[in-house]
């Protein structure tokens, strides 16, 4: 019976944003079993997520050399047999997870694992007879996997991790927090999500005319370093943070925000485990696949516009392209991304 099982492995090893859409389900788990202890199973970048979280431990998996092939799959379930492991929900569902369920059910242990819809996304998807209807949410399914074990979970309540303390090299740099910061995130692993940056530019000119706003950009690698500051250009409340912080540090700054715009990525994903209200952009996939952000409108979904682009979504990760469909997002306005933005904030007084 679930309440005589204590301790928990739970494994979703990337990408970042699906392993971000796993902690409102492991806060439910906490608080509504408290007899449980969890032993989140993932990458050490991901460390961060769940250290506040009570009852929670993060084994690091380096699939790089000590969890490196056949032997290193061996190393991760001994590991976990030393974390004395008696059930493993597996909320990633490849083939690394598989054969450590597998091994564990050589001794009898128990496992459930997460079905990711594939059937019906390769439906919403497809190009030919096409079934455009609102999937289960991944939160949903991480639901089921739980309920699959025995642990039923209430999420009509919805769980966020707290605000985090911010460093004193963010505070120098955005000062006090006496009026909105918005947080932008326009880059997306994929071009066909990627709303196109001359229109993000104009929205973040608008924005910066509200001087009751601060905007900080956030961004990856050198490249989009270098797109970010000629967008923060001449603009004295705008802020590009790629490369300038850490990633604990950015964590931080993501809590405290008033609302994030990011694309159908992680830094949504980010945002809405700490409850920021999050407006997404919406290319070549769809918030019908089950990636909206957790507790988030879906009206704060914009997406393309699928008279212009009837085979919308052509894709659940942004990898597929399909010809004729470069400019989908294009057909997202200017104006109504800045006005879904205006629309989650009260216009306060000028910053300091």
């Known amino acids: 019976m679930p309440h005589k099982i204590k301790n928990i492995a739970v494994i979703r090893l990337s990408a970042m944003g699906d392993v971000a859409m796993t902690v409102p389900v492991i806060l439910a788990l906490v608080k509504q079993y408290t007899n449980v202890n969890v032993i989140v199973v993932s990458r050490p970048f991901y460390k961060p997520f769940f250290k506040n979280i009570p009852n929670v431990t993060f084994l690091s998996v380096h699939t790089n050399h000590r969890h490196k092939g056949l032997l290193g799959i061996y190393r991760l379930y001994k590991d976990l047999k030393k974390n004395q492991v008696e059930v493993i929900a597996d909320l990633h569902n490849v083939l690394r997870s598989k054969m450590v369920r597998f091994l564990f059910s050589l001794s009898g242990k128990r496992s459930a694992f997460t079905d990711k819809g594939r059937k019906e996304k390769n439906a919403l998807t497809s190009i030919v007879n096409k079934e455009f209807k609102p999937l289960k949410s991944m939160v949903e399914r991480h639901v089921d996997t739980f309920k699959k074990l025995g642990y039923t979970l209430d999420l009509s309540t919805p769980l966020f991790l707290k605000p985090l303390e911010l460093s004193e090299e963010v505070k120098e740099i955005l000062g006090n927090k006496n009026c909105k910061w918005i947080g932008i995130a326009p880059f997306a692993h994929y071009k066909s999500k990627t709303y196109p940056l001359d229109l993000m530019k104009q929205v973040i000119v608008e924005l910066s005319k509200e001087k009751s706003f601060k905007i900080a950009l956030f961004g990856g690698g050198n490249l989009e370093k270098v797109a970010l500051d000629k967008m923060a250009v001449g603009l004295e409340n705008v802020y590009n943070f790629t490369k300038v912080i850490s990633f604990k540090e950015e964590l931080q700054l993501i809590s405290n925000l008033d609302v994030m715009v990011s694309m159908d990525s992680g830094n949504a994903h980010l945002a809405a485990m700490y409850g920021v209200k999050t407006i997404t952009l919406w290319g070549a996939t769809?918030?019908?696949?089950?990636?909206?952000?957790?507790?988030?409108?879906?009206?704060?979904?914009?997406?393309?516009?699928?008279?212009?682009?009837?085979?919308?979504?052509?894709?659940?990760?942004?990898?597929?392209?399909?010809?004729?469909?470069?400019?989908?997002?294009?057909t997202i306005s200017v104006e109504k991304v800045v006005f879904s933005i205006q629309s989650q904030l009260a216009v306060s007084e000028s910053c300091d």
């Open 286 to 330: 769809h918030p019908y696949a089950g990636f909206v952000p957790y507790n988030q409108l879906m009206e704060n979904c914009l997406v393309s516009d699928r008279t212009k682009y009837p085979l919308l979504p052509t894709s659940i990760y942004g990898n597929k392209k399909v010809v004729g469909y470069e400019d989908a997002m294009r």
